[in-house]
T-cell receptor, first 112, second 114 residues
């Protein structure tokens, strides 16, 4: 089993709809979870982080964490064409400055 | 802060040549990571340093790859000799101390070995 798994997509949603991106991880002791956005030809940039079970909202973005199910999700409300990018789920498996482990990413396409 | 700075942005080299990629982390960040990104394998960790000390280099694909961090503000990743299969985007990232801190990425070096 891969450490961090995501559907590669592409996930296509119409403008204004909700985009739902999912991620599962294998290490039950994982501490913190991150969603990065990567535009084509650019570097990953952080959009959300979450550490506790439940939901965390920031503008149009909501991250959801369920540690019992080892599941992280990102919801994007009122999707815009500018949200079209690859979304990378990253997991910090241990305490201290250990590397983030990344999924391969889900490519999102928002259709105007 | 200018963020994580990588150079060069693009590198085209011939097979067999030595390639050196450079990274300046964000000031105050004590961890530095080198990742490689390809379509097939995604973002793979090559090596990381804490407080300038290499902690885990198990992701380095072969002995042709080496990395150094002589001080807190500079790191290099060297490939010698380079091969076409090394073509990828190489990212450097840094993190500040703490369990819940994010990693900040440089703009990457796109390496093409012909």
């Amino acid at each position: 089993q891969k450490e961090v798994e995501q559907n590669s997509g592409p996930l296509s949603v119409p403008e204004g709809a909700i985009a739902s991106l999912n991620c599962t991880y294998s290490d039950r002791g994982s501490q913190s979870f991150f969603w990065y956005r990567q535009y084509s030809g650019k570097s990953p940039e952080l959009i959300m982080s979450i550490y506790s079970n439940g939901d965390k909202e920031d503008g149009r973005f909501t991250a959801q964490l369920n540690k019992a199910s080892q599941y992280v999700s990102l919801l994007i409300r009122d999707s815009q064409p500018s949200d079209s990018a690859t979304y990378l789920c990253a997991v910090n498996k241990a305490s201290g400055n250990t590397p983030l482990v990344f999924g391969k990413g889900t490519r999102l396409s928002v259709i105007a | 802060d200018a963020g994580v700075i990588q150079s060069p942005r693009h590198e085209v080299t011939e097979m067999g040549q030595e390639v050196t990629l450079r990274c300046k982390p964000i000031s105050g960040h004590n961890s530095l990571f080198w990742y490689r990104q390809t379509m097939m394998r995604g973002l793979e960790l090559l090596i990381y340093f804490n407080n300038n000390v290499p902690i885990d280099d198990s992701g380095m694909p072969e002995d042709r790859f080496s990395a150094k961090m002589p001080n807190a503000s500079f790191s290099t990743l060297k490939i010698q000799p380079s091969e076409p299969r090394d073509s990828a985007v190489y990212f450097c990232a840094s993190r500040s101390p703490g369990d819940y801190t994010e990693a900040f990425f440089g703009q990457g070096t796109r390496l093409t070995v012909v």
